[in-house]
């Protein structure tokens, strides 16, 4: 600063002033916005995993799967599936799932593990050898893979000679 400069009254003197147009403005409100939703739906839990149960029962059995409708990489997911037969089970059970869907999954196993498996091109074949009582239950210990990016459809189903006797549908979302 020179001697023969005057001296501002304010710091803010030789700050210069902008032209804001209508629509720079909303496109900023927009986004203020925006980044508001995103903040509160964390907030609320809404991007966290969710975990949902579908029922189908046919040929004897009945199938309740606990699966993650929603879900986010890197997290744990449940999937429980529990098959009953009225009468109990005296022969191997043969579990059939898509294979494809499972790609988006770490696995850490199955529980319990099955006696053996096939696949096809397609889908996992697994056989159980057959609990006592009349329920199976079958878990898969897994996290979401941290580089799935996008969700997947499956089923699973009760496989008896050469045919699915029940089968149950179900949809993963995942969300960043």
Do not use: C
């Amino acid at each position: 600063m020179r001697t023969s400069d005057p001296i501002p009254d304010s710091v803010l003197d030789d700050v210069r002033s902008f032209a804001r147009t209508p629509t720079i403005a909303w496109i900023r409100r927009g986004a203020v916005a925006l980044l508001g939703v995103i903040v509160l739906a964390g907030l609320t839990g809404i991007l966290g995993v969710y975990s949902m149960t579908v029922h189908a029962s046919g040929g004897g059995y009945e199938l309740d799967l606990e699966y993650p409708r929603i879900a986010r990489p890197g997290l744990n997911v449940p999937w429980n599936l529990t098959v009953r037969k009225s009468g109990g089970f005296t022969e191997p059970v043969v579990i059939a799932v898509e294979s494809d869907y499972f790609d988006m999954f770490e696995s850490q196993g199955w529980t319990p593990e099955p006696s053996a498996e096939a696949s096809d091109a397609d889908r996992t074949y697994m056989t159980l050898d057959p609990p006592p009582g009349d329920t199976l239950t079958l878990g898969f210990d897994a996290y979401v893979q941290p580089s799935s990016q996008t969700g997947a459809s499956g089923s699973v189903s009760v496989h008896e000679d050469g045919s699915d006797v029940v089968t149950a549908y179900f949809t993963t979302w995942l969300v960043p």
